[in-house]
Nanobody
């Protein structure tokens, strides 16, 4: 049974930082591209960042470029999202997802999803 478990969310002031983790089990982690998505109240889920199987290639949504960094440790079956210079508009539930195809921004390409972790940024 595939499980993706996010952690590291919380309440932080604007300008602060958080590091999200997503621990994967039940799959061969190194053959999956990984992505982070988020969903704010009343809004659709949106792409945040994705990383290739090897970790050598990444892609980011425009609103987070230069502030967020996605990385992975295949030995630990874990993907990370380092979030710096957080803004109130980053407030959302953050989800990690695994894709057996290609690292990309399309949610429909991801077969497995975690349950999410709440990130709240106060102004």
């Amino acid at each position: 049974q595939v499980q993706l478990v996010e952690s590291g969310g919380g309440l932080v002031q604007a300008g602060g930082s958080l590091r999200l983790s997503c621990a994967a089990s039940g799959l061969t982690f190194s053959i999956y591209a990984m992505g982070w998505f988020r969903q704010a109240p009343g809004k659709q889920r949106e792409f945040v960042a994705a990383i290739s199987r090897s970790g050598k290639s990444t892609v980011y949504a425009e609103p987070v470029k230069g502030r967020f960094t996605i990385s992975r440790d295949n030995a630990k079956n874990t993907v990370y999202l380092q979030m710096n210079s957080l803004k109130p508009e980053d407030t959302a539930v953050y989800y990690c997802a695994a894709s057996n195809t290609y690292y990309n921004s399309g949610a429909s390409w991801y077969e497995h999803w975690g349950r999410g972790t709440q990130v709240t940024v106060s102004s």
